[in-house]
Antibody
């Protein structure tokens, strides 16, 4: 059974760095074809893909946020970490992590964590 | 970026009746493996998104067979053969040929 759960601060100040952790079970991020992605959703708005890391440590980032994003994995801890620097109120959103196998869609999602950016 | 455009943005439906949502991409989503890199997701109220269809037409595990995906090139459709009350929510298409991008979402509600 695959499960994922996001954790991190619920409130950050403008210009601060956001660090979110996705802790998962039921799969290994070192298994061929496996990836973990981050997707966010501003309140009342559409989904927005942010980043993706694969079993072979290949990484992909949303082009418009690439300079601010970093995604890493810790295979031994079953965790994937996303950092987003220079936070702004427009980054207020629910942040989700999700599992993907090759190109077969994000098939398992975490419950999401709401991050508010405010001074 | 590949731009994804969904229509309609709002879809009132009648239980038992069919429904369809369209998704258009700004360029072809055909992968060199012969599949179309287009997924469909449903986000029910207050829940995380769930995968319905991947690679254009393949139903995800546990998805009822009233859901089907079709299309080619830049034009794709999600069909619901007979809508049920539990199908309400926002439907998103997402392309995965390049860095993933989502459509704006289509809100499905019961008439």
């Amino acid at each position: 059974q695959i499960t994922l759960k996001e954790s991190g601060p619920t409130l950050v100040k403008p210009t601060q760095t956001l660090t979110l952790t996705c802790t998962f079970s039921g799969f290994s991020v070192s298994t061929s074809g496996v990836g973990v992605g981050w997707i966010r959703q501003p309140p009342g708005k559409a989904l927005e893909w942010l980043a993706l890391i694969y079993w072979d440590d290949a990484k992909r980032y949303r082009p418009s946020l690439k300079s601010r994003l970093t995604i890493t994995k810790d295979t031994s801890k079953n965790q994937v970490v996303l950092t987003l620097t220079d936070m702004d109120p427009v980054d207020t959103a629910t942040y989700y992590c999700a599992h993907i196998l090759y190109n077969s869609g994000f098939d398992y999602w975490g419950q999401g964590t709401l991050v508010t950016v405010s001074s | 970026d590949i731009l994804m455009t969904q229509s309609p943005l709002s879809l009132p439906v009648t239980p038992g009746e069919p429904a369809s949502i369209s998704c258009r991409s700004s360029q072809s989503l055909l992968h060199n493996n012969g599949y179309y890199c287009l997924d469909w997701y449903l986000q029910k109220p207050g829940q995380s998104p769930q995968l319905l269809i991947y690679l254009g037409s393949l139903r995800a595990s546990g998805v009822p067979d009233r859901f089907s995906g079709s299309g080619s090139g830049t034009e794709f459709t999600l069909n619901i053969s007979r809508v049920e009350a539990e199908d309400v929510g926002v439907y998103y298409c997402m392309q995965a040929l390049q860095n993933p991008t989502f459509g704006q979402g289509t809100k499905v509600e019961i008439k």
